[in-house]
C-alpha cells in the first residue's frame, strides 16, 4: 500500500500562482510514476502531468508552458508549480502515483481560479 498526502490548493486570481506537494509513504519501489490528474465540474479526470523516478515529464497540452512538474526522489514528494492560472485550471487536483502495476491517488486538493 502507499498513502499519499497532498497540499496547496486554495484561490486565486487569474494570472497568479500556486504550488500542489504530494508525499507518498509506504511500499514503495525505485522505479516509480508521480504525478496530477484533475478534475473539473461536470467532466472527466484528465491527466495534468506526470514524472517519473528517472525524471522524465509528461504534460497535458493544456498547460505546456504553464505548469512544471518535479519531484525530490530523497523526499517521495512531487510537485505541481502553477503559473499563469485560468479559471477553466479550477478543479480538484489528484495526487498520482504508480507503482509495481498498482496505481494509488490522493484525496483530491481544490484548486479555484477567480476573481
Known amino acids: 500500500q502507499v498513502q499519499l498526502v497532498e497540499s496547496g490548493g486554495g484561490l486565486v486570481q487569474p494570472g497568479g500562482s500556486l504550488r500542489l506537494s504530494c508525499v507518498a509513504s509506504?511500499?514503495?519501489?525505485?522505479?516509480?510514476?508521480m504525478g496530477w490528474y484533475r478534475r473539473a465540474p461536470d467532466k472527466e479526470r484528465e491527466l495534468v502531468a506526470t514524472?517519473?523516478?528517472?525524471?522524465?515529464?509528461n504534460y497535458a497540452d493544456s498547460v505546456k508552458g504553464r505548469f512544471t512538474v518535479s519531484r525530490d526522489n530523497a523526499k517521495n514528494t512531487v510537485y505541481l508549480q502553477m503559473n499563469s492560472l485560468k479559471p477553466e485550471d479550477t478543479a480538484v487536483y489528484y495526487c498520482?502515483?504508480?507503482?509495481?502495476?498498482?496505481?494509488?491517488w490522493g484525496q483530491g486538493t481544490q484548486v479555484t481560479v477567480s476573481s
Open positions: 509506504g511500499n514503495i519501489f525505485s522505479y516509480n510514476v
Open positions: 498520482y502515483f504508480f507503482n509495481r502495476g498498482l496505481q494509488y
Open positions: 514524472i517519473s523516478s528517472g525524471s522524465t515529464t
